[in-house]
T-cell receptor, first 114, second 113 residues
């Protein structure tokens, strides 16, 4: 099976702009989670989508939003970008009904805000 | 959510030496997962522990979950240069929150040949 894919892999934006990141989960995986990784804050949970519904949400401002489509693909959007939004954004997918509910991470999108 | 403290933040070892990273919580955890992230890569799942006192081994890696389910450790015997990377512990609250992982700060392992 193909792994989790994320597009684009790299992105450079300026403050105030908005950005949309895309994630395609492993085939058959219906749960998609998003994480932000920075050197200072580490790996932080953004949100999780399951069956097109946001099931869990982390402590991020409303500028961060996401959605999931019927084919389980997910997008996240960041509006009014700030310098502090520069980070590696990781998407992870997982099977719902599994004893070991490990998450499979994609390669990430490296966002730089200038 | 329940925070997990991971120590040490950095560990430098000579190839062949052992390595251990610890994950501690002030509250009982329903489970603990361990991930490895190579430099420039993404986290890769290693294992999940759910039972009190559980010990699991994967070749040179030994994972333990404490009796009180408040701490966990990852021990690598005879490190190799391929072990380089950041090791994270993580947990979820279970139920409908299993897709929400809370990560420790990670331990960055450097192995000198």
């Amino acid at each position: 099976k193909a792994g989790v894919t994320q597009t684009p892999r790299y992105l450079i934006k300026t403050r105030g702009q908005q950005v949309t990141l895309s994630c395609s989960p492993i085939s058959g995986h219906r749960s998609v989670s998003w994480y932000q990784q920075t050197p200072g804050q580490g790996l932080q949970f953004l949100f999780e989508y399951f069956s097109e519904t946001q099931r869990n949400k982390g402590n991020f401002p409303g500028r961060f939003s996401g959605r999931q489509f019927s084919n389980s693909r997910s997008e996240m959007n960041v509006s009014t970008l700030e310098l502090g939004d520069s980070a590696l954004y990781l998407c992870a997918s997982s099977l719902v009904y599994r004893v070991s509910n490990e998450q499979f991470f994609g390669p990430g999108t490296r966002l730089t805000v200038l | 959510g329940q925070q997990v403290m991971q120590i040490p933040q950095y560990q430098h070892v000579q190839e062949g030496e052992d390595f251990t990273t610890y994950c501690n919580s002030s509250t009982t955890l329903s489970n603990i997962q361990w991930y490895k992230q190579r430099p420039g890569g993404h986290p890769v799942f290693l294992i999940q522990l759910v039972k009190s006192g559980e010990v699991k081994k994967q070749k040179r890696l030994t994972f333990q979950f404490g009796e009180a389910k408040k701490n966990s450790s990852l021990h690598i015997t005879a490190t190799q240069t391929t072990d380089v990377g950041t090791y994270f512990c993580a947990h979820n609250a279970g139920g409908t929150s299993y897709g929400k992982l809370t990560f420790g700060q990670g331990t960055i392992l450097t192995v000198h040949p």
